[in-house]
């Protein structure tokens, strides 16, 4: 391992006990803890400040304290370099975290001692008519609101699968399944999967299912005519407003992104509590059992 730690924290959460107990374990093992400049008033004096794109450069291991928006620019932070994310929530769902807060002192002890695992996750490329983006979660094509719904063709290995009058269309990884993709009406989807997953959102038509790609299929979608203006978000950011004959292209990452795991709670317990999935009324345990 290395000897430097980064770390990144919601600014406007209350963060600084957790910063203190980071700090000290870190200088209890031989180990340096750098932060981001934007962040220079929530962080101790002693720790050095980097501007954003440099927080992960030297690092094994860059902690992101916050909600799934803070874990996801983590995530954009780190890929580059290779390392990767543990996850620690300070909001309310946090779907990405995988340390609590009152338990990040265990955690801590656990990653000394090498009880940990690292997990890929695929990203996808968004590339074409916009600036190239990496995303770790999805991508949202929407309508922009007085304009009609938006009108998009789908195509996939050059050939048109459908074309949607919508409100939006979702592509996401497996890991964004769980997000905006899921709200929709989309399918979760193991994050061990490579692929996209494409769910429009509201379409004005018969056919409403999600499609799920193999991860060497490469993903175009086009502004059709009559379509709304659109806009496209990339992990809940704005990235571009497309219209009429703009195409945006998606894949599969070339390189996977890294969360560590510490947990040996499996993927779909994580997905049935943070989601409140529901058993059928039908076989919930019975509060008061028949008497025999």
């Known amino acids: 391992m290395g000897d430097s730690i980064g770390l990144l924290v919601h600014p406007r959460r209350d963060s600084q006990d957790l910063v203190a107990l980071i700090c000290e374990w870190a200088t209890g093992h031989g180990k340096a803890v750098r932060g981001m400049e934007e962040a220079r008033e929530l962080l101790p004096r002693h720790i050095v400040t980097v501007p954003d794109d440099a927080l992960a450069e030297g690092t094994w291991l860059v902690i992101a304290a916050g909600g799934d928006g803070t874990i996801l620019r983590g995530l954009k932070l780190a890929h580059p370099y290779g390392v990767p994310v543990l996850g620690v929530n300070l909001g309310r ?44 979660n999805d991508a949202a094509l929407t309508r922009v609101a007085g304009h009609g719904p938006a009108a ?115 993927f779909y317990e994580r997905a049935r509590r943070k989601l409140q999935i529901a058993d059928s009324s039908e076989l919930a345990p019975r509060a008061h059992p028949e008497a025999v």
């Open 93 to 136: 769902l946090a779907f990405l975290a995988e340390v609590q807060y009152d338990d990040l002192a265990a955690s801590l002890d656990a990653i000394d001692r090498g009880d940990f695992r690292l997990e890929d996750r695929a990203t996808m490329r968004v590339t074409g008519d916009v600036e190239d983006r990496v995303a770790f």
């Open 152 to 266: 998009l063709a789908v195509e996939v290995e050059g050939e048109v699968f459908g074309r949607y009058t919508a409100d939006a269309l979702v592509i996401a990884t497996p890991t964004g399944s769980t997000g905006y993709s899921f709200s929709a009406g989309g399918p979760i989807v193991s994050p061990r999967h490579s692929g996209l997953l494409v769910t429009p959102v509201a379409p004005h038509a018969a056919f409403d299912r999600a499609v799920f790609l193999h991860p060497d299929e490469t993903l175009r979608v086009h502004v059709l005519e009559r379509s709304a203006p659109v806009l496209l978000e990339v992990d809940g950011q704005r990235s571009a407003e497309l219209s009429v004959g703009d195409c945006v292209q998606f894949c599969v990452g070339e390189r996977p992104a890294q969360v560590m795991r510490l947990h040996p709670e499996g």
